[in-house]
C-alpha cells in the first residue's frame, strides 16, 4: 500500500467521510529538508459530519490525530482543507 493508501484509511477509518481527495504533491518539494528524510507533503480536502460545530483548529487536530502514526517518518507536511457536508454544497454553489 502506498503513502495515498495508507492515509485514505485510517482517515476513513476515523473520520467516515462523504468525500475525500488527497493528492501527494512530494514531488514538487525535491531538495526540501524534509523531504530529504523520505517523508511526503501532501493536500488533503475532506468532508465528514465529524467538523460539524467544531473550529478550523479542531477539525485539523481530528485529521493530525487520524495519521499521526504516520508523521514525521511517512508525512512531513500536510496541507487540510477540512469541511462539514453543508459547507461544502454551499462553496459548490
Not at 503513502?3 to 462523504?18: F, K, Q
Not at 488527497?22 to 518539494?29: A, K, L
Not at 523520505?38 to 460545530?53: K, L, P, Q, R, T
Request: charge should be negative; proline fraction near 3%.
Amino acid at each position: 500500500m502506498n503513502r495515498v493508501e495508507t492515509i485514505r484509511e485510517l482517515l476513513n477509518d476515523a473520520l467516515d467521510p462523504a468525500e475525500l481527495d488527497i493528492v501527494d504533491e512530494s514531488h514538487f518539494h525535491k531538495g526540501h529538508a524534509g523531504a530529504a528524510s523520505g517523508a511526503g507533503h501532501f493536500n488533503v480536502s475532506i468532508v465528514s459530519i465529524a467538523f460539524a460545530g467544531l473550529t478550523l483548529l479542531a477539525r485539523h487536530r481530528l485529521v493530525y490525530k487520524a495519521v499521526d502514526s504516520l508523521m514525521p517518518v511517512e508525512i512531513h507536511a500536510l496541507s487540510i482543507k477540512a469541511m462539514t457536508p453543508d459547507e461544502h454544497t454551499s462553496a459548490k454553489a
